[in-house]
């Protein structure tokens, strides 16, 4: 019986519909056209995206890859030689510096990769097998390493400010810059799925509503959310819920005290229009089937195959769900990474991320940040390629005008006692970031090392000639990304033209 009167109520809806269309002058052609444009709402979007009809042909992605913890610069792409901390006068028995069989030199870059192997003893013995060698060598001509000095060693703080540049742009952050730019008319441009300060809104009240970015929880199972009815048996036809809408704003919100009291509230009109025309766009353009991560669509199935631990590792449920809003047209800017919880299969000695991630360098710093380094360059090795086998428009691939930016909290502390191969490390200001894109200056490391040290050092802007003495500044760093990115900085004060680290 009910779902009889169900059907009549849709039925009655569908009717009044009909005549409602026929009165505003629609006829029954109009009609189907609109219904079609509904129904193809995804495929019809993505022919515009390349069309450039809803966005410029120039559209930029950022994909910031977050390392919370500190993911050292010195135990990667800038890593030292005992040798050459003894030939420079130090000590290397007392720096964090490797022995020639755990890191790569190449002929053809100035860049390094630690192979370490070793054990993490408080994580049950955990076998630690990094190679970084590999990476290096596919992806070299597209990597810049950009040497910088942090202002905060709290983590959360230091997160906010890798992201903001220290509040650069009126406190805007890198990817709300980006969406603002590259974003408008796209569902959801600005698609924060990562933890810490690395998620957070900036402050700039002047971004347009569209920048703001949407926090993602749980990427296996969020986009069911982005629809009334997505998944559920039997679920009310349109008609109805529309029905039920208008009941709803007209006749239940409206006279109720609540409702007048608090209507002119920003936090009311905003909860108002997400429920409105927020939802009303999500539904339309199909989002809640489109990045549904394990749904049936091609690029889903073959996000399966490359990410196909995705049911129990988050970090790649992350990339999977990245992947298919920036090829879908949906996004233009993705914030993921390995955070500060546990990830493992079964016990201790199948730890993928120990606590606190890279952080755990307290306890045991050269295995965790091999294990966290392998960890992160091994999901953007498999995002780069997804990128690369994707057409953007007129032959060019997503992954041609992509970036990654390598954020993290700061470094870690350089010291050691007496040549110990396991020790433990605190937080430090002084550290570099990794960048990987066809549109930076790729193939360099931008500043230098201090081999007595194993501090790093900035740079000059323009050429990228190293400069002992000076640092770069969170400002630097977040001005020079936009601009490889070709937004416009004039905004920031004093911004500095960061010429060198773009590639043209």
């Not at 220290?166 to 698609?191: D, F, H």
């Not at 339309?284 to 489109?290: T, Y």
């Not at 993928?352 to 307290?362: L, Q, V, Y």
């Amino acid at each position: 019986m009910k779902r009889k009167l169900g059907t009549q109520a849709a039925d009655d809806a569908a009717k009044a519909k009909a005549e409602k269309m026929s009165k505003r002058g629609l006829d029954r052609r109009e009609m189907v056209v609109q219904a079609t444009l509904l129904a193809l709402g995804p495929m019809l979007w993505s022919r515009r995206l390349l069309a450039g009809e809803t966005a410029s042909a120039d559209r930029r992605f950022l994909i910031v890859m977050h390392g919370s913890g500190g993911a050292s610069i010195v135990d990667s792409f800038m890593a030292l030689a005992s040798s050459e901390v003894q030939s420079a006068g130090g000590n290397s028995a007392g720096l964090n510096c490797y022995e020639p069989a755990q890191m790569v030199s190449f002929s053809d870059s100035p860049l390094r990769a630690v192979n370490y192997q070793g054990t993490i003893a408080v994580l049950g013995g955990l076998k630690v097998q990094g190679n970084q060698d590999a990476f290096v060598r596919k992806h070299k001509q597209d990597m810049m390493v950009v040497t910088t000095e942090s202002t905060s060693v709290t983590h959360v703080t230091a997160q906010k400010r890798a992201i903001t540049g220290n509040e650069a742009w009126s406190g805007r952050t890198i990817q709300e810059a980006v969406a603002s730019v590259y974003g408008k008319g796209m569902p959801l441009a600005n698609l924060l799925l990562g933890q810490g300060g690395y998620i957070e809104h900036g402050i700039d009240t002047s971004l347009p509503s569209f920048a703001k970015g949407l926090i993602v929880n749980d990427p296996a199972t969020w986009s069911k959310g982005l629809s009334s009815a997505y998944g559920l048996d039997e679920a009310p036809s349109e008609e109805v819920m529309a029905i039920a809408r208008e009941i709803r704003d007209q006749m239940l919100d409206g006279p109720s005290t609540f409702y007048r009291t608090f209507k002119n509230s920003p936090v009311m009109q905003n909860w108002v229009h997400s429920r409105g025309d927020t939802r009303a766009l999500f539904e339309q353009s199909k989002l809640a089937a489109g990045l549904d991560i394990s749904g049936t669509n091609g690029s889903a199935a073959e996000l399966l195959r490359i990410f196909p631990d995705y049911t129990w590792d988050p970090y790649e449920a992350q990339a999977i769900l990245a992947c298919m809003a920036i090829t879908q047209g949906t996004t233009c800017t993705a914030t993921l990474g390995p955070g500060f919880t546990v990830v493992s299969k079964g016990g201790l000695t199948e730890t993928r991320n120990p606590p606190i991630g890279f952080d755990f360098s307290h306890a045991s710093h050269r295995g965790v940040q091999a294990l966290m380094w392998t960890r992160m360059l091994s999901v953007t090795d498999r995002m780069i390629e997804f990128l690369k086998s994707k057409e953007y428009a007129r032959g060019g691939s997503y992954w041609d005008r992509s970036l990654v930016y390598f954020a993290t909290d700061f470094g870690r502390s350089r010291v050691r006692p007496s040549g110990a191969d396991v020790f433990a490390s605190g937080h430090h200001l002084n550290n570099g970031v990794l960048v990987i894109s066809p549109m930076a200056n790729g193939n360099k490391v931008l500043g230098g090392i201090d081999p007595k040290t194993a501090l790093t050092y900035g740079f000059d802007p323009a050429t990228g000639k190293p400069e002992p003495g000076r640092k770069t500044e969170e400002k630097d760093l977040y001005s020079g990304l936009l601009q490889v990115l070709d937004v416009n900085t004039s905004a920031i004060h004093n911004a500095p033209d960061m010429r060198a680290m773009r590639r043209r």
